[in-house]
């Protein structure tokens, strides 16, 4: 007994480090072996948690960053640098005319959709609805699409889907600027870049002026993500653009992707698996997380 203790406990100190787990352990999910499930998970996509000084020097940096781009001058002055690339414009130009003849009855955003795999589920699930996919990479459009046109849009069969290459930032101002015929439904960002390190907060999508225009064109919000500790400066960035705008989103849910406060299981409930990010991750058994805010009025 003695000497099988010494080599388990060797073997589950080095698994517990996550190069060497990533290393040694399959890269497709298997079930955990019992003597390892205690263990805390992580794979080689798993992101750290700041702690201690470096937590509190990120908060720090939120709140700097939060109010720096609520100060009406500056997001004033960022939107008069921003740059509204050739295809956004071209692409936001084939979303207005295809606005003009939709029948759909709402919006659903699916922003940073990458080659569109979630955007095609949604506008299956929601055929009164309008689903914009909206990406600035080409080579991730077109992993699927292969007829994106020169205007940066791509008509699918679905007849409610649009797929754009667009960039986000650009695109969401514009439609604050010029107002869709259509209620937005929902905005989903799944698996947004992460940008980590603290010095890069900054990149992060709820760090940008553009949350505010997103925020104030309501319906519901949907973020998915690896790393938990986004989910809370995200929810944080709405709130505080919500509570600006002296208005309320409604009820707020944290959970885990395939867990049940997820939605899933319920009526409704998005699914797991939608995206390329998504199925990566769970595949080796990394635990993604979801939080909506706001019932979507679709759904
Ligand atoms: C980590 S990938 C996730 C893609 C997809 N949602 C998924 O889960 O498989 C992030 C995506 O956001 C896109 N993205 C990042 N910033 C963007 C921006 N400013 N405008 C448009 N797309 C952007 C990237 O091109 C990339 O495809």
């Known amino acids: 007994m003695h000497c099988l203790v010494r080599p388990l406990s060797i073997l589950m100190l080095l698994l517990s480090l996550p190069s060497l787990r990533s290393l040694l352990l399959p890269s497709r999910a298997v079930p955990r072996p019992l003597f390892l499930s205690s263990l805390p998970l992580s794979t080689r996509y798993t992101i750290e948690e700041p702690s201690g000084a470096s937590l509190e020097a990120e908060e720090a940096k939120l709140r ?4 720096r781009v ?8 960022h939107y008069q640098s921003l740059h509204l690339p050739v295809h956004t414009r071209a692409a936001f130009g084939e979303f207005q005319s295809f606005l003009s003849s939709s029948p759909a009855s709402s919006l659903i955003i699916d922003a940073g959709c990458g080659t569109g795999r979630s955007s095609h589920i949604l506008a299956s699930r929601h055929p009164s609805s309008l689903v914009v996919g909206i990406d600035r990479s080409l080579p991730r459009l077109t992993q699927t699409h292969h007829a994106f ?14 797929l754009l290459r667009a960039d986000l930032e650009a695109f969401y101002h514009l439609l604050s600027l010029t ?3 259509l209620p937005v439904a929902h905005h989903y960002f799944l698996y947004p870049n992460p940008f980590p390190p603290t010095r890069q907060l900054h990149r992060r999508l709820y760090a940008r002026p553009m949350l505010g225009e997103m925020a104030g064109l309501g319906g519901g919000i949907t973020v998915r993500t690896n790393w938990k500790h986004y989910l809370g400066h995200f929810q944080e960035a709405v709130k505080g653009e919500d509570e600006g705008r002296g ?19 319920r009526e409704g409930g998005f699914g797991v698996g939608v995206t390329n990010f998504e199925r990566k991750y769970l595949d080796v058994g990394e635990e993604c997380w979801e939080l909506r805010m706001g019932e979507a009025r679709v759904l």
């Open 64 to 67: 700097k960053q939060l109010s």
């Open 70 to 77: 609520r100060s009406s001058k500056a997001t004033h002055a």
């Open 149 to 162: 046109d020169a205007s940066s849009c791509l008509h699918s069969p679905e007849p409610n889907l649009l």
């Open 179 to 181: 107002p869709s015929p």
């Open 247 to 265: 208005e309320e989103r409604g009820e707020v849910r944290l959970g885990r992707v395939g867990g049940e406060e997820s939605g899933e299981g």
